[in-house]
């Protein structure tokens, strides 16, 4: 059985889908986000999803990937939006953008 999800991370309007396998580590994520994302650095992002009644689900963690996966499996889903903060910044995930220009 395939574990893999799909991560859509979001910040400043535009979205980055990357692969999420099984042994995928946080650090790995952040590493991806920033060569894409040019102006950010990994030291500085806070990486959040939500899950059924869950709006803001922090993912700081090889732990917090671990329960992402096992969540999402539960709920059978493959594809999850990730939003990007900048640390001590706003928020420009998927809705956000709209509410800030």
Known sequence: MDV???GRCCFSSKTLSILICKDTKHSDICSQICTRF???????IELTYAIEEHSSCLLETEMDLRVLHLSLSKENVNAIDIN???AGGKVFGSDEQDKID
């Not at 040019?38 to 500085?44: G, H, M, S, T, Y």
Request: no cysteine; proline share 0%.
């Open 38 to 44: 040019k102006e950010l650095q990994a030291d500085e």
């Open 84 to 86: 990007v903060i900048r």
């Open 4 to 6: 893999s999800i799909v």
